[in-house]
């Protein structure tokens, strides 16, 4: 169950790593979310939906055109490249500064919970950098494929990739659970 949790919390602070970056830097965020599938709860504020989903294998701040062209002043793809870089990394750079800190006042206090959840965070976040369609470690490729190819060419190219990724992705997802579930369960992490 802690596990459950700490995993809910990572991704809450990941998500909202993207959204605060992303709404700095007046860029539209369409949909905040926590898990996949239909939503659970699901509130608009601001122009932005904010909802939990059921599988709670990983969330999403789904940004204006994020991989499609548009000439909105707001849209992902229309952002410099300093900011796509800054919105598409910000989840990642939570993790890995709030699992350090955790680590650090977890093994310091002894709280075993605390350091595990950090460790956890940590790991994760680094995991996100792999450059792996789906992942935010992809979006600094699609970025150098825009200059290449031109955004209209890169981003129903990358639209694409990214659907056939993203499956993968998830089901490679649930087929790893029960080995993480007796993993914890067996004291190995």
């Given at each position: 169950m802690a596990?459950?949790?700490?995993?809910?919390?990572?991704?809450?602070?990941?998500?909202?790593?993207?959204?605060?970056?992303?709404?700095l830097c007046k860029c539209r965020v369409n949909k905040f979310s926590i898990g996949f599938?239909?939503?659970?709860?699901?509130?608009?504020?601001?122009g932005t939906t904010y909802q939990i989903a059921?599988?709670?294998?990983?969330?999403?701040?789904?940004?204006?055109n994020e991989l499609s062209y548009s000439r909105?002043?707001?849209?992902?793809?229309?952002?410099?490249?300093?900011?796509?870089?800054?919105?598409?990394?910000a989840g990642i750079f939570v993790n890995?500064?709030?699992?350090?800190i955790a680590c650090y006042i977890g093994s310091h206090?002894?709280?075993?919970?605390?350091?595990?959840?950090?460790?956890?965070?940590?790991w994760i976040g680094l995991s996100?950098?792999?450059?792996?369609?789906?992942?935010?470690?992809?979006?600094?490729?699609i970025f150098l494929f825009e200059k290449k190819w031109g955004k209209k060419k890169t981003y129903l190219f990358w639209s694409k990739v990214n659907n056939l990724f993203f499956k993968w992705l998830m089901i490679l997802n649930a087929l790893t659970l029960p080995i993480?579930?007796?993993?914890?369960?067996?004291?190995?992490?």
């Open positions: 596990f459950i949790l700490s995993l809910i919390l990572i991704i809450l602070l990941h998500e909202l790593g993207h959204l605060i970056v992303a709404k599938g239909k939503p659970l709860i699901s509130k608009e504020y601001k059921p599988i709670l294998f990983g969330g999403y701040c789904e940004l204006d909105s002043k707001r849209a992902f793809t229309n952002k410099t490249y300093t900011q796509k870089i800054l919105i598409s990394l890995v500064v709030t699992g350090i206090s002894g709280n075993i919970f605390i350091f595990k959840f950090g460790y956890y965070s940590t996100n950098l792999l450059p792996i369609p789906a992942l935010d470690g992809s979006y600094p490729l993480l579930a007796w993993l914890i369960y067996a004291g190995k992490i």
